[in-house]
């Protein structure tokens, strides 16, 4: 928690926020990770300053929580195959790129890095999401379901 607490001085409430949409990309509920960070908020543990710190992103992760469920909802609806996802890559540098990060693309084909760089020297954290898709016949009937074949 105290770790956690440490790198907001390093710009980790965006890098959270960076992190949020990565998760939701990737097919993570944004759900748990509001959930994991209230309950470690409220831990007996937990400092007055972490506390603080888990409250301001479990409320900017609300305020964002539609739109990120919109974004993943759009790549499911568009899935591309290893090495094919050049609709996602350029949505995700899109959006990396609208938070103000430094964004590299063409990495191993298809991939983004997005780079957030803090002002001071420390400890430097990595995110890490896949956007490739597995080619599979969807099965259900919701609207954001696989428009593909196949």
């Known amino acids: 928690m105290q770790a956690f607490a440490a790198h907001s001085r390093f710009g980790f409430r965006k890098l959270a926020l960076a992190g949020a949409m990565a998760a939701a990309l990737a097919s993570t509920s944004l759900a748990v990770h509001a959930q994991t960070a209230s309950s470690a908020a409220s831990s007996a543990t937990a400092s007055p300053q972490a ?12 305020a964002i929580e539609q739109k990120l469920i919109a974004w993943r909802r759009d790549i499911h609806e568009h899935p591309e195959l290893g090495n094919l996802e050049t609709r996602t890559s350029a949505l995700v540098a899109e959006h990396l790129r609208k938070l103000g990060l430094e964004v590299k693309t063409g990495m191993a084909v298809t991939g983004v ?23 599979v016949k969807e099965q259900v009937d919701l609207p954001f379901a696989s428009k593909a074949k196949g």
């Open 51 to 62: 506390q603080a710190l888990h409250a301001q992103i479990d409320e900017r992760a609300k």
């Open 113 to 135: 890095v997005g780079l957030l760089k803090g002002g001071k020297p420390g400890p430097v954290v990595a995110l890490r999401a896949d956007m490739d898709a597995l080619p």
